[in-house]
Each structure stands twice: as structure tokens, then as C-alpha cells.
């Protein structure tokens, strides 16, 4: 595992949807219902761990005062009153079009076709980048506050 068990367990796979929720809904024209349903299927499985894990890395880069522990308290903290809160407004971009179609097929909504532009050198590059944009707007959704 790349980050924390605790991390896992702070931010579960309910949290992140409500994280994302609305960012995901705006780019893809949806509801929020059919939208968190989205999420909530495509997060079952191995997207939550890359995503925990990317975001994992960017709040370990950013805060250099805090220890592991620290950064852990400080996403308990965050989470405590409102752990659904939803995410602010995302960035559009190339990087996060491209974790959203990895959302798209996680969740078994896109096309094939989809998932041979993800399968191409640019493809892999582009969606690699957008996990990390995804993981960078959780990490701040996951420590502000408090």
C-alpha cells in the first residue's frame, strides 16, 4: 500500500465520491444521483487505491511540518463534522477529461473506443497525469478546514 491504512479509512470510497461529486456531474452533463452512482461503482475498485495513493503523495509534499501522523489528524479534522461536504469546483483540463474517462470506465459507461485511447503511449501518459490532478484536488479537499 502507498499510503497510510488510516488514510483508507478517513477517506472512504463514500467521502471521495461526495469529494468529487459535482466536478464529475458538470463535465459529464449528469445529475448528481447518476453522477455519484458513477463514482460509487468506478471507486469500487482499484481507481480509489491510485487516487488515495496520489493524494497520499501530494499532501506528504506539501506539508513539510507534519509527520505522517500529523497529516492524518489533520484529514480526521477536516472530515470530522462534515466528512460528505462537497468538493469545491475543479479545474477543466486534458488531465482531468482523461480521470474522468478512466471514471467513465471503471463505471462501464464508456466505449470501447475509450478505452483504446487510454490504452496508447499518450493515452497512459495524459491518464497518469490526471490521477495526479485528481489526487492533488483531494489532498486539498482533504485537509482544508480546520
Known amino acids: 500500500m502507498r499510503y497510510p491504512p488510516r488514510l483508507a479509512h478517513l477517506a472512504t470510497r463514500a467521502v471521495v465520491v461526495a469529494k468529487l461529486n459535482s466536478a464529475y456531474a458538470v463535465a ?11 463514482l460509487d461503482v468506478a471507486l469500487s475498485g482499484a481507481l480509489l487505491d491510485e487516487l488515495l495513493a496520489a493524494a497520499w503523495q501530494e499532501m506528504t509534499g506539501q506539508a513539510k511540518r507534519l509527520d505522517e501522523a500529523g497529516l492524518l489528524e489533520k484529514v480526521a479534522s477536516t472530515l470530522h463534522d462534515r466528512p ?3 468538493g469545491r469546483k475543479a479545474p477543466e483540463s486534458p488531465a482531468w477529461n482523461a480521470f474522468f474517462l478512466k471514471v467513465d470506465l471503471a463505471a462501464g459507461v464508456a ?12 493515452g497512459k501518459k495524459i491518464s497518469a497525469e490526471g490521477v495526479t490532478e485528481a489526487g492533488r484536488y483531494l489532498a486539498a479537499e482533504l485537509t482544508r478546514g480546520r
Do not use: K
Open 28 to 38: 459529464n452533463h449528469l445529475d448528481d444521483n447518476e453522477a455519484a452512482r458513477r
Open 84 to 86: 460528505s461536504r462537497p
Open 111 to 122: 466505449s470501447e473506443t475509450a478505452q483504446r485511447i487510454l490504452d496508447t503511449d499518450q
